[in-house]
């Protein structure tokens, strides 16, 4: 009686497998599988024209296993340096443009 209750477990383990492998292959081949996680935080993003302000206001969310805050905090020190910089420039070259424009102009 013990071999016959033996020999039933493991078929009814060999079965539930094969129908869990055959289940996985079918949901493989048709594209399923687990679903991307629902993130339940905002996404951290930055305006289209970004300026040095703007990254001075990006906050990103704590995680376990998140990046070394003290290396996102100097990326983003320099992004806002570069494009303070690049702010600088571009009106500085406008500065110089409308100089050249207003020299040209005739006195009438």
Request: charged share 25%.
């Amino acid at each position: 009686m013990s071999f016959f209750l033996v020999f039933l477990a493991i078929a009814v383990a060999g079965a539930v497998l094969f129908l869990g492998a055959g289940m996985a292959r079918s949901s493989r081949n048709s594209g399923a599988g687990l679903d991307e996680p629902v993130p339940n935080l905002p996404p951290v993003l930055l305006p289209a024209g970004a300026k040095a302000s703007d990254v001075d206001r990006v906050r990103f969310a704590l995680g376990l296993r998140g990046y070394r805050m003290d290396q996102v905090d100097q990326v983003l020190d320099e992004l806002r340096d570069q494009l303070t910089a690049q702010e600088r420039e571009i009106d500085r070259l406008k500065r110089s443009l409308e100089t050249a424009r207003n020299q040209e102009e005739p006195t009438a």
